[in-house]
């Protein structure tokens, strides 16, 4: 079982920054795909980023080149650097960590961009 814990979500100015990081525990965390999702209010949630087990990354559209995501597999640990921040951004955002069948999910961290 693999637990996921999501930190660093705050509020923030427009055109500010945030990292957020997800720690796991348990010992398959180098085996899995490690994504950050968000949802804001009366909305789906979506898929903002994306790294592979071997350091791929894919982006939404609206975080390309703004957002990174990066990942240190010594700490079992998933971020996301999050610069030019914009008020469209805000929501819960969500650390997910899938391999196989096995899916795992954070409890989320919240982000407030003011304008």
């Known amino acids: 079982q693999v637990q996921l814990v999501e930190s660093g979500g705050g509020l923030v100015q427009t055109g500010g920054s945030l990292r957020l990081s997800c720690a796991a525990s348990g010992s398959i965390f180098r085996l899995l795909a490690m994504g950050w999702y968000r949802q804001a209010p009366g909305k789906q949630r979506e898929l903002v980023a994306v790294?592979?087990?071997?350091?791929?990354?894919n982006y939404a559209d609206s975080v390309k080149g703004r957002f990174t995501i990066s990942r240190d597999n010594a700490k079992n640990t998933v971020y996301l650097h999050m610069n030019t921040l914009k008020p469209e951004d805000t929501a819960a955002y969500y650390c997910n960590g899938r391999w196989g069948v096995h899916d795992y999910w954070g409890q989320g961290t919240q982000v407030t961009v003011s304008s």
């Open positions: 790294i592979t087990s071997g350091g791929s990354a």
